[in-house]
């Protein structure tokens, strides 16, 4: 796409130089090859274009063309480098783990790389060849062709200056449309235990406290169950972005859990490689040492006694959740959790524990 959007503008360039300089139909057909095969016909077209009054040209055609195809391809190359930075930062923030950032880290910088090399041999080739091939006695001065005997004054429209400025321009155009084609894409639900044999029963509400709740029954044998949610005030940093943790109550077959998703692997401890030592903190309360869970992604954990961790938030204002994120020191996630209870009281059926004896 930043191609050919970039030698199309060239394309148009040249139309409008080749006509200046009173090449006619030619300078249709030099665009148009421009347009498709623009890394070899444009440096031909500016090491043969007629000259105006006052512009030079030094050194014999073929080194004319071999330094101009090495100055066009670092710009070439430049812009292209600036679309994949691009287009990786759109890619990476719709990904949902550090392990899937730094995947794309590593592609990122091995692209770079490739980058890097295809424009260093082919520029430095022909910078080189350019070189041996030059000669010092050829030189060209204005006007020649159709413009001898005509008044054609040399403008910075039709020197580098403007060849430059219309990168600059697909710069910009290639920046533009990244930004509008992001758009928002909807998110996936964030809760790690939800079912795919649940049918949703209504649309999840956003609670004033910033709660959410989503009710579902399930398909096979109508067993209520309800999703409630809150996400962190603040954001964690991860190897490449941040993430909001989110706090998750789920009540299904009566049986309430809770969990946590930090959006990032927790860093294991030798000898316990299905747990987390992590801290927590009610109001003003100090803090408490425990050891949950670990969820399969490695990236959320569940509290070893939910029962009586979901009774003590529905009386608290501000929840702290200290983890230690893989290879980092320890953070602290904060959330608010006022409003829980009546959060509790809409979903009591799904929620409350079934007496024993008493069927699910």
């Not at 050829?138 to 001898?148: D, H, Q, R, S, Y």
């Not at 209504?202 to 709660?211: D, H, I, N």
């Not at 006022?338 to 079934?354: W, Y």
């Amino acid at each position: 796409m930043a191609y050919f959007l970039l030698y199309g503008l060239f394309a148009l360039w040249v139309l409008f130089d080749g006509l200046s300089r009173r090449m006619g139909v030619s300078a249709a057909l030099w665009a148009v090859g421009t347009a498709v095969l623009g890394p070899i016909i444009l440096p031909i077209y500016l090491a043969s274009r007629p000259l105006k009054r006052s512009e030079v040209r030094e050194g014999g055609k073929a080194w004319n063309v071999l330094k101009n195809f090495a100055i066009l391809w670092t710009i070439v190359m430049a812009i292209a480098t600036v679309a994949g930075m691009l287009a990786v930062t759109k890619g990476t923030s719709e990904l949902s783990s550090d392990a899937a950032r730094a995947g794309v880290g590593i592609g990122m910088a091995l692209g770079m790389a490739f980058l890097a090399a295809v424009w260093f041999f082919p520029t430095m080739g022909a910078a080189l060849l350019g070189f041996l091939l030059k000669k010092n006695s050829i030189v060209e001065t204005g006007p020649t062709g159709p413009l001898v005997g005509h008044d054609s004054t040399a403008n910075a429209a039709g020197s580098w200056a403007g060849l430059v400025g219309v990168g600059a321009l697909a710069l910009i155009a290639v920046g533009v449309t990244s930004t509008l084609g992001t758009g928002t894409s909807p998110s996936a639900t964030n809760s790690p235990a939800h079912s795919a044999s649940a049918s949703t029963d209504s649309t999840p509400p956003v609670a004033p406290g910033g709660w959410t709740v989503r009710q579902e029954s399930n398909e096979m044998d109508g067993t209520k169950e309800a999703y409630i949610s809150i996400d962190a005030t603040n954001e964690i940093p991860g190897v490449i972005v941040s993430h909001r943790p989110t706090l998750t109550i789920q009540c299904r077959k009566h049986k309430p859990s809770l969990v946590i998703n930090v959006g990032s692997p927790a860093q294991p401890e030798y000898g316990e490689y299905d747990s987390y030592a992590v801290r927590i903190k009610f109001d003003d309360e100090k803090p408490l040492a425990q050891r949950w869970v670990s969820a399969t992604n490695n990236e959320a954990a569940f509290s070893p006694n939910p029962e009586q961790l979901i009774q003590h938030l529905s009386t608290t204002n501000t929840f702290l959740f200290e983890f230690t994120p893989f290879q980092r020191s320890a953070t602290t996630a904060k959330f608010v959790v006022s409003g829980l209870k009546d959060k509790l009281e809409t979903v009591q059926d799904a929620c409350t524990p079934t007496p024993q004896g008493s069927a699910n």
